[in-house]
Every structure is written in C-alpha cells, then in structure tokens.
C-alpha cells in the first residue's frame, strides 16, 4: 500500500520525511495511518488484459484471391 507521510517517522529500522511516498506491507501501513503520520495514496486501477478472443478480427475481401 502507498502511503505519504505528512510527518517524519524514525525507527530502528525505518525513517521516512515530510511529502515521503513509500510502498509499505498492509500491516505497517494501517498502523501509520491509525497512528495519524501519513495519508493512502490512491492507486490507479489495473487494466484487465485482453483474452486471445477479445481481439478484433479485419474481415478481408476474397475476391481474386486478397
């Protein structure tokens, strides 16, 4: 989960500043954000990819052979 930090964060093992953006596991992200340090950056939603069938298919002329 994107995550924006609206204020600096220091751990044993982490820091993050101000206006940081951090892709962090789901855990740690709730607590920052029930904690109030940071903000849920909204993703853009995925693009479904095509199926092999969804395709469009050019009907040709089969006149002489084209």
Do not use: W, Y
Request: with cysteine; hydrophobic share 35%.
């Amino acid at each position: 989960m994107k995550v924006k930090f609206n204020q600096s964060v220091v751990g044993h093992t982490f820091h993050h500043v101000v206006d940081d953006v951090v892709d962090l596991p789901e855990a740690e992200a709730r607590k920052f954000l029930k904690a109030g340090f940071c903000e849920a950056v909204p993703e853009p939603p995925k693009v479904r990819a095509k199926k092999s069938g969804e395709e469009k298919h050019i009907k040709r002329n089969t006149i002489n052979g084209l």
